[in-house]
């Protein structure tokens, strides 16, 4: 094992065994989907290698019945992803108490300890970086626009409502993100290192917080990368104590030049591998947004039902009718969301021909459903759909909603407030 490995009690071994396996086993694969045109053919393989076999590792040991759903849904949080962790963990404790107790002559442990913390940083500065730009360059929580601003907050599930908290202020978004740039960058050299894993810590406990309070469908990631910031930390934990708690003088930790020129070598090819993945990240952002947005459509807004007409028979305003329309909301691109009395929603595809005065709503459930209703527009702000839909035929008249000159909105930032207005 070496005069340096020999140094390291077997329950240091076993345990950096363990961060070691599971740490890679989560990292690595995030990193080589990050990578531009590995990405596709990795993440296929990936994908279909996972739907082999969860059948095996989901249904048959853990005795999970029915089908584990393996689809891209906005969600790293499926039972999948546990499955997965769970397996993880298992590998890794086994794979510790064998590796642990093997000959390590050729790669000694502390040689092995500073090629997992190149992995690691590298790992973490990429998905540090890329969430980060995608917050600076406004393309996660976007600005709130009429369907956030004309729903209830009783309608708002946790995390769509700090989705539109995030999405309100500009500045606060990128300067959330602006930090976790910071902290990846910080973590590609050695020398700032630990300062970059300090700075991804109090990031990602405040992004771990906030995923566990609001519902949002990243726990796991989220925590697998305050672990991995904290681990990166402890490498200096005592220098840290002795300077910030016992007031001491400290001098962080050096880590030793175990492999020389190789280690040299692996990470000038990490940094290279994080600079081309995370620099693809903006320039793809800035193409997008360059790119001209379609102009929103006559018809683009929040439009709130006044009158709702069903088979001759006019509903009434009534939270418990699970039939009457509350609003119709067309957004800028061809889609629309229809909202129920009590909350519900359903999205259609929306087509105008105003040449024919039809307005035609496809439903996103039923793709086969076609809707086609008549459209008269007595007034800028007002609008009459009759046809059939909702199971039978309807006459709706609806007013559009101002959601631009909302308190929300317009309210703005004042040095003085005599009122608490709220």
Avoid at 370 to 381: G, M
């Amino acid at each position: 094992m070496g005069d340096d490995g020999e140094r390291w009690s077997l329950a240091r071994r076993i345990g950096l065994s363990f961060v070691g396996i599971y740490f890679c086993l989560n990292i690595v694969p995030l990193m080589l989907l990050s990578v531009p045109l590995l990405d596709e053919l990795f993440g296929l393989l990936w994908l279909t290698l996972w739907v082999k076999l969860m059948p095996i590792l989901g249904n048959a040991a853990l005795g999970i019945e029915g089908p584990i759903s393996m689809e891209i849904a906005g969600s790293s949080d499926m039972t999948w992803n546990y499955v997965q962790q769970f397996w993880y963990l298992v590998l890794a404790v086994v794979g510790a108490l064998a590796w642990a107790n093997l000959p390590h002559r050729r790669l000694p442990f502390p040689a092995q300890y500073a090629w997992l913390r190149i992995v690691v940083r590298h790992g973490l500065a990429m998905m540090m970086l890329s969430y980060g730009f995608i917050k600076v360059f406004g393309t996660q929580m976007p600005p709130l626009g009429p369907a956030e601003l004309s729903r209830t907050y009783g309608e708002s599930s946790p995390g769509g409502l700090l989705w539109s908290f995030m999405g309100f202020s500009p500045f606060y978004k990128g300067f959330t993100g602006m930090a976790e740039v910071i902290g990846g960058a910080l973590l590609l050299w050695r020398r700032t290192a630990t300062l970059g894993a300090l700075v991804t810590a109090g990031v990602m406990a405040h992004v771990v917080v906030l995923n566990f309070c609001y519902d949002v469908p990243v726990k796991i990631y989220s925590s697998l990368f305050l672990a991995m910031a904290l681990w990166l930390a402890a490498h200096d934990a005592r220098a840290l104590i002795d300077l910030l708690v016992r007031g001491r003088p400290a001098a962080l930790a050096e880590p030793a030049p175990v492999l020389g020129r190789r280690m040299r070598i692996a990470r000038v090819v990490l940094k290279a591998v994080v600079f081309v993945s995370v620099l693809a990240t903006p320039v793809q952002l800035m193409i997008r947004q360059a790119k001209p947005k379609p102009e929103p459509g006559p018809l683009a807004g929040a439009w709130e039902v006044v009158e709702f007409v069903h088979d001759g028979q006019v509903r009434p305003w009534s939270q418990h009718d699970e039939l009457r329309w509350r609003q119709l909301v067309i957004l800028p691109y061809p889609v629309a969301l229809v909202r129920g009395m009590r909350g519900q929603k359903s999205g259609f595809g929306v087509a105008h021909d105003e040449a024919a005065g039809t307005l035609t709503l496809t439903s996103m459930a039923e793709p086969t459903a076609k809707h086609v209703l008549a459209l008269e527009r007595p007034a800028a702000d007002e609008m009459i759909l009759r046809g059939p839909i909702a199971g039978g035929t309807v006459a709706v008249r609806l007013q559009r909603l101002d959601t631009e000159h909302a308190p929300l909105m317009t309210r703005g930032f004042r040095w003085v407030i005599e009122d608490g207005f709220n």
